[in-house]
Nanobody, 124 residues
């Protein structure tokens, strides 16, 4: 199995930027499609971005399209989420997840492994 550890969360003002990282270990990172999810208090966990094994294809939720960028460095076993123009409604715990199949997956139950999450708080 693969272990995932997120980092890079924090407190930022509206309009600011953060870059989240997800370090993978245990198995070959490039064998997994990846996704970033978020969960705000009282809300369902939602997929904000997904990327295939090679990094050549990506997919975004409408709410973050044009502001967030998902990428991966398979040589460094790391997944990234660059978040720009942050809004208070982006406040949530952000999770990375790994899928043993290749593709772009947006459903929570499509993923096999999860990190512990990192808190992102955007103040107005």
């Amino acid at each position: 199995q693969v272990q995932l550890v997120e980092s890079g969360g924090g407190l930022v003002q509206a309009g600011g930027s953060l870059r989240l990282s997800c370090a993978a270990s245990g198995r070959t990172f490039s064998n997994y499609a990846m996704g970033w999810f978020r969960q705000a208090p009282g809300k369902e966990r939602e997929c904000v971005a997904a990327i295939n094994r090679s990094g050549g294809s990506t997919r975004y939720a409408d709410s973050v399209k044009g502001r967030f960028t998902i990428s991966r460095d398979n040589a460094k076993n790391t997944l990234y989420l660059q978040m720009n123009s942050l809004k208070p409604e982006d406040t949530a715990v952000y999770y990375c997840a790994a899928n043993r199949r290749d593709g772009l997956f947006i459903l929570r139950n499509s993923y096999d492994y999860w990190g512990q999450g990192t808190q992102v708080t955007v103040s107005s």
